[in-house]
């Protein structure tokens, strides 16, 4: 079947949006009394500089951005990506020949960092919750005893810059969603009773593909009859019989920003238990959708979609949450948890993802991406069906 030809969005970003996130953590800066950040992670790279390379894949060498209090950000960086980050907005570029394990930029990084103006006398670093330094731990000890700033935790600081996306940033996530609920639709019409998870995820992979899609790093599939007990593992080459769901979660990327859903597919007949707790599913993504807003906390909509899944004969949820943050990373902070008080804001992009342990053994979980609006929420993936596809 001939693939449908999509129309590409602009790749990467205007500079004004790169001038327009350091403007917002410098302001956030100055009220936590910062001097400069140091990012390490490829999507906090990115984010400040528009850096976009798969060379983060390799752990060989560090990389190091530098926020500071006024001005561009400093890019401290192996010397493999000079002409890279020059093809960036930033000017003021360090290299050093990486890989040097005995002074893999260290030296150099503190240098830059000791040069810089001082006001507070305080370094931003990620230490919390959901915050990596891609460096090693005795490179940060060592980099730590030698600048003149003391070291303050940022991490909060840059979640929260993070959670709220610009217009440019959501259609990129928007585009990623419609990628993939077209490949999902168009998959129910592509597998039968009698293939495996790993086929089926295969055949998901290419379309994605071919219908404009960057990448899939990730896709998980499991089955089982009536249900499923696990959501991360797999695909396997278990072959799928009659009365088996199939649960496939992807994470698809376009221009550097994901999508995170998953679709459940039914095969020959679908079990009443089932049937009833997709339709609690559905009817808890409705709830939840209709709480979120501008103004309510992360913690209110977990209740509206719980008090769905209770009534409809949930006996817990093994996932932890019912959704999360999202971006250019499959999950990011925060989390629709009972105890997350993170306040929704327009621009915010987040799952909704309902899930109930129903039968002992057997869940079914669904998950749908939203944007919060000024007056409410939008569906960012084509909402599924009711009723799930019964294949074949």
């Known amino acids: 079947m001939e693939k449908p030809v999509s129309v590409s969005l602009q790749r990467g970003f205007p500079q004004a949006e790169f001038e327009q996130r350091t403007s917002r953590v410098q302001a ?35 990389w190091f951005v530098v926020v500071p209090l006024e001005g561009k950000p400093i890019a401290v960086i192996p010397e493999i990506g000079l002409a890279g980050m020059q093809a960036t907005w930033l000017d003021s570029i ?16 503190t240098s830059v960092l000791n040069a810089l103006p001082t006001r507070f006398g305080q370094l931003g670093l990620p230490l919390g919750p959901e915050s990596v330094l891609r460096m090693p731990v005795a490179d940060v000890n060592t980099l730590t005893d030698a600048v003149s700033l003391e070291v303050a935790d940022c991490a909060q600081m840059l979640l929260s810059l993070r959670f709220i996306k610009s217009t440019a940033e959501i259609e990129k996530v928007r585009r990623a ?6 490949a999902f639709a168009a998959l129910a019409q592509n597998m039968a009773v009698g293939d495996t998870e790993i086929e089926i995820s295969r055949r998901l992979r ?14 998980v599939a ?11 593992m797999g695909p396997t080459e278990k072959r799928l019989a009659s009365g088996d769901v199939l649960i496939i979660d992807t994470g698809t990327v376009y221009d550097g920003y994901f999508c995170d859903f998953d679709r459940n597919f039914a095969f020959g007949q679908l079990a009443e238990d ?6 609690a599913l559905y009817r808890a993504t409705d709830a939840g959708f209709a709480t979120a807003r501008p103004g ?20 817990g949820n093994s996932v932890g949450r019912m959704g999360h943050g999202l971006g250019m990373q499959l999950t990011e902070w925060p989390s629709i948890r009972p105890d997350d008080y993170t306040v929704l804001e327009a621009g915010a992009v987040i799952t909704l993802e309902p899930g109930m342990t129903f039968a002992p053994g057997r869940q079914l979980v669904h998950e749908e991406n939203i944007v919060i609006t000024q007056d409410g929420a939008e569906y960012l993936t084509h909402r599924a069906s009711p009723e799930m596809p019964v294949v074949s």
């Open 28 to 62: 956030a800066m100055h009220q936590a009394r910062l001097d400069a950040l140091l990012v390490t992670t490829e999507p906090e790279v990115r984010y400040f500089s528009g850096f976009h390379t798969q060379f983060f894949e390799s752990p060989t060498r560090p």
């Open 94 to 109: 360090h290299t050093w020949p990486s890989p040097q394990p005995g002074d893999d930029g260290i030296s150099l990084l």
């Open 177 to 182: 969603c419609e990628i993939t609920s077209e």
């Open 206 to 219: 290419i379309d994605l593909l071919q219908r404009g899609a960057d990448s899939t790093p990730f896709l």
């Open 222 to 232: 499991g089955s089982g009859p009536g249900g499923y007990d696990s959501i991360i």
């Open 274 to 279: 089932a049937h009833r707790a997709n339709e």
């Open 296 to 315: 309510v906390p992360m913690s209110e909509v977990w209740s509206a979609m719980w008090a769905v899944l209770e009534a409809g004969g949930a006996l």
